[in-house]
């Protein structure tokens, strides 16, 4: 029972970044119909400036609190803010080009990641946990650290989901997803929406990597891993599905968890895989289609 209840808390911690993250990717997809594999970098960025700034604020003589404050705004707002260049710059030219916005991401990765390498070097960086010890959840053990992260990112995505669902923001989001010529006929500025929901997308990435630095070990390419499990996630899902992607990632999560725990973690990665591989023959499409 205690392991069972430990593998389901993993599940969820591991889960709520990967949902964070795949949401990113499923509402790019929906809204410009491309799929973007750079937003790993905007992951990564932001991960990268977390665990560069919290160190150095406390060698500054911050606490460690204000120090974790403005690292995450800071880490954030840098993500934000390369993600706004990105699209002006290159993804604002091929939206709705799945072939050309293919080509472009794929090299904005390859430019990042040397970016990053030249910028903060190849060395792994740790965070200081900002809170310490174990709590005991009904026997199964937690560090208090990814207890905190986990809350608050299970806390954001309940969050977006409603932002997605109920807000005006959120249902033009929805509205051209689905069509967006009628959209347009409705009403709905699309360049504006597609602007908006592309830095929108970005900064759900952006607080991805932010929360999950402290427990990780973070380097120039450490979206790289995420970018892997985050597409398998909407994919199984359905491109451009917020819920599929949400039960995506979760799916992602357990398997990792449960497989990693009963068998070993490359057992886990290969199941990973043939479930993608068999989604694509039987269900293209995903569990919950296309958004």
């Given at each position: 029972?205690?392991?069972?209840l430990?593998?389901?808390?993993?599940?969820?911690q591991?889960?709520s970044?990967?949902?964070?993250?795949?949401?990113?990717?499923?509402?790019?997809?929906?809204?410009l119909?491309i799929?973007?594999?750079?937003?790993?970098?905007?992951?990564?960025?932001?991960a990268?400036?977390?665990?560069?700034?919290i160190?150095?604020?406390?060698?500054?003589?911050y606490?460690?609190?204000?120090?974790?404050?403005?690292?995450?705004?800071i880490?954030i707002?840098?993500?934000?803010?390369?993600?706004?260049?990105?699209?002006?710059v290159?993804?604002?030219w091929?939206q709705r080009?799945?072939v050309?916005?293919f080509?472009l991401?794929?090299?904005?990765?390859l430019?990042?990641?040397?970016?990053?390498?030249?910028?903060?070097?190849?060395?792994v960086r740790?965070?200081?946990?900002?809170?310490e010890?174990?709590?005991?959840?009904l026997?199964?053990?937690?560090?208090?650290?990814?207890?905190l992260?986990?809350?608050?990112?299970?806390m954001?995505?309940?969050?977006?989901?409603?932002?997605?669902?109920?807000?005006?923001?959120?249902n033009?989001?929805?509205?051209?997803?689905i069509?967006?010529?009628?959209?347009?006929?409705?009403?709905?500025?699309?360049?504006?929406?597609?602007?908006?929901?592309?830095?929108f997308a970005?900064?759900?990435?952006?607080?991805?990597?932010?929360?999950?630095?402290?427990?990780?070990?973070?380097?120039?390419?450490?979206?790289?891993?995420?970018?892997?499990?985050?597409?398998?996630?909407?994919?199984?899902?359905?491109?451009?599905?917020?819920?599929?992607?949400?039960?995506g990632?979760?799916?992602?999560?357990?398997?990792?968890?449960?497989?990693?725990?009963?068998?070993?973690p490359?057992?886990?990665?290969?199941?990973?895989?043939v479930?993608?591989?068999?989604?694509?023959l039987?269900?293209?499409?995903?569990?919950?289609?296309?958004?």
């Open positions: 029972m205690e392991n069972l430990q593998l389901l808390l993993t599940t969820v591991i889960g970044v990967y949902v964070l993250f795949a949401l990113g990717l499923t509402i790019i997809f929906g809204v119909k799929v973007n594999f750079a937003h790993s970098q905007f992951f990564t960025l932001s990268l400036l977390v665990a560069v700034v160190p150095w604020l406390m060698e500054e003589g606490s460690l609190f204000n120090a974790y404050l403005f690292g995450l705004v880490g707002a840098g993500a934000a803010m390369l993600g706004v260049l990105t699209y002006q290159g993804f604002r091929f080009d799945m050309g916005s080509i991401s794929a090299g904005l990765v430019l990042f990641e040397g970016i990053y390498l030249e910028v903060f070097g190849g060395a740790s965070v200081p946990p900002l809170v010890g174990t709590i005991s959840v026997g199964a053990g937690l560090s208090a650290q990814r207890l992260i986990c809350i608050i990112a299970v954001l995505t309940g969050g977006l989901a409603w932002v997605l669902a109920k807000t005006r923001f959120g033009a989001l929805r509205a051209v997803s069509d967006h010529e009628a959209a347009m006929l409705q009403g709905i500025p699309y360049k504006s929406i597609a602007f908006h929901g592309f830095i970005t900064l759900i990435g952006a607080i991805a990597g932010a929360l999950i630095a402290p427990v990780s070990s973070v380097s120039p390419t450490f979206g790289d891993s995420f970018l892997v499990k985050g597409f398998i996630a909407v994919v199984i899902g359905g491109l451009g599905s917020v819920p599929g992607a949400i039960i990632s979760l799916l992602i999560a357990a398997i990792e968890a449960f497989g990693g725990f009963y068998f070993d490359s057992s886990a990665s290969l199941a990973i895989f479930l993608v591989m068999l989604m694509l039987v269900r293209p499409n995903g569990v919950l289609g296309r958004g």
